[in-house]
């Protein structure tokens, strides 16, 4: 049987969202999850689920994702002009 992990819309609550995959990366067994689940998510629960399918797969960590991704993009959003 496979499950699925779906995230919601919403550009606000990507950070909510990111908590819960921090949340679900640390307390859940990866393999388990690899093996037996698909990820999706529409608006930011796309880069949500993209963030926990690569964390599941080992690509980077959750932190790597928020500290060098996420927050870069923000800085680069709050210099822009527009």
């Known amino acids: 049987m ?3 992990i779906l995230f919601g819309v919403g550009g606000g609550i990507l950070s909510y969202q990111l908590g819960i995959v921090k949340f679900i990366a640390e307390t859940s067994d990866l393999k388990y999850l690899r093996d037996n689940f698909y990820f999706g998510g529409a608006s930011a629960g796309a ?8 964390v599941v797969h080992n690509v980077y960590s959750v ?3 928020f500290n060098n991704i996420y927050l870069e993009v923000l800085q680069k959003i709050n210099q822009s002009k527009y």
């Open 63 to 65: 932190d790597y994702w």
């Open 47 to 54: 880069i949500s689920s993209l963030i926990l399918c690569s």
């Open 2 to 4: 496979t499950n699925e």
